[in-house]
Each structure stands twice: as structure tokens, then as C-alpha cells.
């Protein structure tokens, strides 16, 4: 019964319904939104920023490279094609990462770098995933290097190498002499070059000194 003076309210009744009905909908429609957001139905915000601080994430530390002028280019460069572990766990002279590189741009459409891009690259490569000095035993650098240290100390020590100075042609001489008398395998004709234009270079003939022959 409704307190004396107040108007008749004939539609009280529907109009109760009606907010009754609406506030069961958006309950309904809140639990439903609640459920399919855990789930990230709702959440491609969320999932963009989780995506970009992955990124972020990996970008910062550059997937564990060393610290280092270069890193950046390395990283950017090396993983539009392939995964760090992929050069992460070689070790090579600064000439074989520059074959490596040529390799790649003409063979696997790698984007040619500009000159000083490609310096500060082979500058990291050579210092980060070079090869110890140490281990030439005391060879120079330089085209043919890894060649002479394989081919050499194979049958003897490298000091006999170093101890040498020698003309190209006494070098070529002491090479025939080798695979013939010595067992050494025969160099074609790409590597003999190399092996000789390594050997006349760092220890070629100095003044008019007699040549010795290595035994």
C-alpha cells in the first residue's frame, strides 16, 4: 500500500521488471567478458605489448652477443636470415668471415653492407669469434695462413717454417721436394699459390743471405 498523497504509480511494476531484466544482462555480459578475457579473447592490447617487450627484451641483450662496437649491425644483419647459433659457435680468421660474408651476399641474397658497416662487422666477428692468436704459434696473418699452419706442422715443427727465407722459387722447390721425398699431399693449383704467395711474403729471401731448405 502506498503512503496517502503520492500519485498512482501504475507502471512501477514493469518498470521494476525492465531494470531487473538489464541488470541481469550486463551481469551476464560482464562474467562472459570476464571469461573470455583470462582467456585473451579481449587482450590483443596486451598481447601486442607482451609480444613487443619479448622483442624488446631480445633486442636489448642481442641474444647474448658480447658487448662490443659492431654488436648491433652483427645482430641485425645475421639473424634476418638464420639464428645466432649459427656463426655464435665458429671461430675463424677476419679473411675467412670476409669469404663467409661474400659467400653470403652472392649465395643467399644477403643485403651487401656499406663499406664501413661491413669493417665495424668484421671487426667484431674477428675479435669476438676469431681465432686465438696463440694457436698459429707465432704464423702471421694473412691469406694462406691456415693453410701453411695445416700442411706444415702435419710432419714437422713450425719453427723450421719460421726459420726460413727463402725466394718464391726456393719455397716452390722445397714444396715438390716435400711431396715427393716427404709424403706430403700435392697442393692443386689454387692452394699452391696461396701456400707460396703466403710463404714468399713473411718469410721470403731477405738480402743476399744463402737459402737453407727445410729437412
Request: glycine share 8%.
Given at each position: ?22 541488470t ?23 598481447s ?121 722459387d ?46
Open positions: 500500500m502506498e503512503p496517502e498523497g503520492l500519485p498512482e504509480q501504475r507502471h512501477a511494476p514493469h518498470l521494476r521488471g525492465r531494470v531487473l531484466n538489464a541481469r544482462l550486463l551481469l551476464a555480459a560482464a562474467i562472459v567478458a570476464a571469461a573470455l578475457s583470462s582467456r585473451g579473447a579481449f587482450s590483443p592490447a596486451a601486442a605489448a607482451e609480444s613487443s617487450a619479448a622483442q624488446a627484451g631480445a633486442v636489448e641483450d642481442y641474444g647474448g652477443l658480447p658487448e662490443g662496437p659492431g654488436r648491433a649491425a652483427v645482430y641485425f644483419n645475421c639473424t634476418a636470415c638464420h639464428s645466432l647459433k649459427q656463426f655464435s659457435q665458429q671461430r675463424m680468421s677476419r679473411d675467412e668471415w670476409d669469404k663467409l660474408l661474400d659467400w653470403m651476399v652472392e649465395k643467399n641474397n644477403m643485403h651487401p653492407m656499406e663499406p664501413w658497416a661491413r669493417a665495424q662487422v668484421l671487426n667484431y666477428l674477428a675479435t669476438h669469434f676469431g681465432v686465438d692468436e696463440q694457436l698459429w704459434q707465432g704464423l702471421p696473418a694473412g691469406p694462406g695462413r691456415e693453410m701453411v699452419f695445416g700442411l706444415c706442422q702435419a710432419c714437422h715443427s713450425l719453427a723450421i717454417v719460421k726459420q726460413q727465407g727463402l725466394s718464391r726456393s719455397w716452390d722447390e722445397t714444396l715438390v721436394w716435400m711431396v715427393e721425398e716427404q709424403g706430403m699431399p700435392p697442393l692443386d693449383p689454387d692452394n699452391l699459390k696461396l701456400v707460396l704467395d703466403y710463404l714468399a711474403t713473411h718469410y721470403g729471401r731477405k738480402g743476399s743471405g744463402a737459402t737453407t731448405r727445410a729437412p
